[in-house]
């Protein structure tokens, strides 16, 4: 992007739709929905990215043994998608307006991605099969937790913030919010790679992402019904 001519710091709104990023108007007006899935792959400057790559490096480490390099990849994409799509059904329903007319945001990052993990995380660091002892088990799905929660309230705050001091700066926390969700989701059926037997760990994978794909198309069909 930046070799194209956007800003590494704070690329505009223009540059970032024109990179694959999201916005409600786009997606349910113009029908261009793989813009859910090209979204979690761009972001808003340097910074950006790079807080974005440092949580998934940490969260990674935690749940590819857990889950599997396809694993991650699955849950990587799937709640991405979902953080997406439950920003766009917020910003539809609960519009911004401006002068009278619907202001739709533009969303972009990785953020519903790495809270859809840090869900998946929060279930399989639960579980009685690993060979870790109780205690440290304790301490990791509780630093997993202060991680989703701590940075849940922070774009809250942040965004009350803005508003009060009318700053252009929003925190897209519903995608927070509907990867971690989806997160949840993803893992409610899966047992963790380490201490199950490969067969059972594939099939209730299989399966695991067979139902969130599932739900995802019905929230996609409930999104195209929504009146804009």
Known sequence: ??????????????QLLSWGADQAGKVLVDGDWWRLFTAMFVHVGIVHLGMNMWCLWNLGLLAEPLMGSFGVIAVYLLTGTAGNMLSIAHNVILPVHENGYAIYPVGAGASGAVF????????????????VPPNELKKLRRSVIMFAAINLVIPIAVNYGADALHAGLKIDYMAHIGGCACGLLFAAPMVPRIGSPRNVFSVRLRTTIGIVLGVLVLFAFFLAQLPR
Not at 1 to 14: A, E, K, Q
Not at 116 to 131: D, E, N
Request: no cysteine; hydrophobic share 45%; proline share 7%.
């Open 1 to 14: 992007m930046t070799l194209r001519g956007v800003s590494f710091y704070n690329p505009n709104s223009d």
């Open 116 to 131: 859809g993990i840090a869900g998946a995380l929060i279930v399989l660091l639960k579980s009685s099969r690993l060979p």
